[in-house]
């Protein structure tokens, strides 16, 4: 995708690595719409860029409703779609409370979804976009302290992968974007002595070197440069790569295993319900079948070279 004067849309967008994505896109040319609740944070990061924002609580179900037609209201169009927002939660699970987790799995699984699905009408109608979806390395591995965000962006993580798969052909893409520990207000906020369930798995994987910490503007510049080349992860840093391999070897075999199978392009209703799914010769002939176990048993051992 050729960036420049394209419509981005950033959920989150007021600070942190959400405003490191705004500049990164603004710097490669693109109109960039910053979303958030803080209108004064919004206010200066749009002036940063040379953009626009718009104020909108993630948390309310009529906002989340409305906002993709709000952003198209203004912005003619919508290019790309980065769902960036989220929150942690830093305790044992049991001494979280219950709206808390509400909140989490609202904002960080739900609200992703939800603004995807409003979305991609309007991209599949135009036959070109991009959905980059924030998960994180919690998403790939166990973290104590961290397990509602862990699993909320698990679910976020397979979302997309999955999505991937039903979008294929369409012309719209869908890209995930899994980092380790970023430098941001919520590391320090994780990376403290007073988090009980947190801090001792922080120390001992310090000590184990694997705890890169990164800077938003490293990871925003990995995010623009994967919608421009249209690759479907980012997953820094490397020291990571083989936890997102292991992770990741399921849902290769999937995909070696439907070689063959041609999912109908998505369609929406107004225009005609949607075909059957057709499978090729290749899909159903006993020579397919061959060739796709031996790609699934190449994927198992490339993985597990890899990993170790």
């Known amino acids: ?28 040319g693109c109109q960039v719409m910053a979303v958030a609740r803080s209108e004064d944070r919004l206010a200066a990061v749009a002036k ?17 409703d409305g906002l993709v037609d709000c952003c198209i209201a203004d912005f003619g169009h919508i290019d790309v779609w980065v769902n960036n927002a989220g929150v942690e939660t830093s305790d044992a699970f049991v001494r979280v ?10 904002l960080n699984l739900e609200v992703p979804m939800m603004l995807t699905r409003y979305v991609l009408p309007h991209m599949l109608r135009r036959g070109s976009g991009q959905i980059v979806n924030m998960s994180s390395l919690a998403g790939t591995i166990p973290w104590p302290g961290l397990a ?17 798969l039903e979008l294929r052909g369409s012309g719209v893409g869908v890209t ?11 590391w320090s906020r994780l990376d403290s002595d007073d988090k009980p369930y947190v801090a001792p798995a922080i120390r001992r994987f310090r000590q184990l070197g694997f705890l890169a910490k990164l800077e938003p503007e490293t990871v925003a510049t990995s995010v623009v440069k994967a919608v421009a080349e249209g690759k479907p992860w980012v997953r820094p840093a490397a020291r990571y790569q083989g936890y997102h391999m292991l992770n990741n070897a399921p849902r290769r075999i999937v995909r070696a295993a439907l070689t063959g199978v041609k999912l109908p392009l998505p369609r929406l209703e107004e225009e005609g319900s949607r075909d059957g799914a057709r499978f090729s010769a290749a899909g159903e002939g006993a020579s397919g079948r061959s060739d796709i176990s031996e790609r699934i048993e190449e994927i198992l051992d490339d993985e597990m070279g890899k990993s170790t």
């Open 48 to 64: 940063r860029v040379g953009g626009r924002y718009l104020v909108a609580d993630l948390l309310s179900e009529p906002e989340v």
């Open 148 to 164: 509602a965000y862990c699993g909320s962006k698990a679910g976020l993580t397979n979302f997309s992968e999955t999505l991937r």
């Open 97 to 106: 409370e219950p709206g808390d987790i509400r909140n989490l799995s609202r």
């Open 1 to 28: 995708m050729n960036l420049a004067g394209k419509n981005v849309v950033i959920t989150g967008a007021s600070q942190g690595l959400g405003e490191a994505i705004a500049v990164a896109f603004a710097d490669q």
């Open 176 to 186: 995930v974007v899994a980092p380790g520990p970023v430098a941001t207000d919520m």
